[in-house]
């Protein structure tokens, strides 16, 4: 009998080990299938911005937080181009304490600084709007984050234009140039995806 119960326990526990590794399985692929999915999702929209390649580079690592989530996207979008705003800024502080720097190269910098400064003030305010839900209607509040993040786009570009001159050095010029580009091309990804969710919440 002893032996009839011991042969039922370990059948019962053979079965039960099957039942976990099949379920852990079928979490695992499902798991799997969601991530593609979400990946799927930003490829999708990077497709359609105006550097898929940066696009995709920044935003694949955040996948599995935005899912497929619009509004998710184009916060996510808000709060890297505004830290990579806040650290290009101080990339260029540093810069201004270059040695050797004639006065036209010191007064773009100052300049670029003021419109980089005045660039995260609005994707800040951009980013902080887009995680409110009181007060506004959803049109009003979008159409002042779109406001926003156009107006820092404009900045980004006003930073760039001091650097055009022919009296500007060339290493100095293309080392701005570089960081700012990024910005500015993030900035335009996230004005992207914000009027997408604005026109499809």
Excluded at 11 to 31: M, Q
Excluded at 49 to 78: H, R
Aim: glycine share 6%; charged share 20%.
């Amino acid at each position: 009998m002893g032996s009839c119960w011991s042969s039922i326990s370990m059948a019962a526990l053979l079965i039960l080990t099957h039942f976990a590794t099949l379920l852990n399985s079928s979490l695992a692929v499902r798991e799997l299938l969601g991530t593609q999915t979400n990946t799927e999702f930003i490829r999708t929209s990077c497709g359609t911005t105006t550097d898929p390649g940066l696009c995709m580079t920044t935003f694949s690592g955040y996948a599995s937080k935005i899912q497929a989530s619009p509004k998710l996207l184009a916060s996510t979008a808000l709060s890297v181009t505004l830290s990579t705003t806040r650290s290009t800024s101080t990339v260029i502080v540093k810069l201004s304490k270059s040695q050797g720097l004639k006065p036209k190269e010191i007064a773009s910098i100052r300049d670029c600084l003021e419109e980089l400064k005045d660039s995260v003030d609005e994707l800040n305010r951009a980013f902080a709007e887009m995680g409110s839900d009181g007060g506004k209607s959803f049109e009003l509040r979008m159409s002042d984050i779109e406001t926003w993040v156009s107006a820092a786009l404009t900045d980004e570009d006003t930073c760039m234009d001091s650097f055009s001159g022919k009296d500007i050095n060339g290493n100095l010029k293309t080392t701005v140039r570089r960081q700012i580009v990024k910005v500015a091309h993030l900035t335009s990804i996230a004005l992207a995806f914000v009027n997408r969710y604005a026109a499809h919440p």
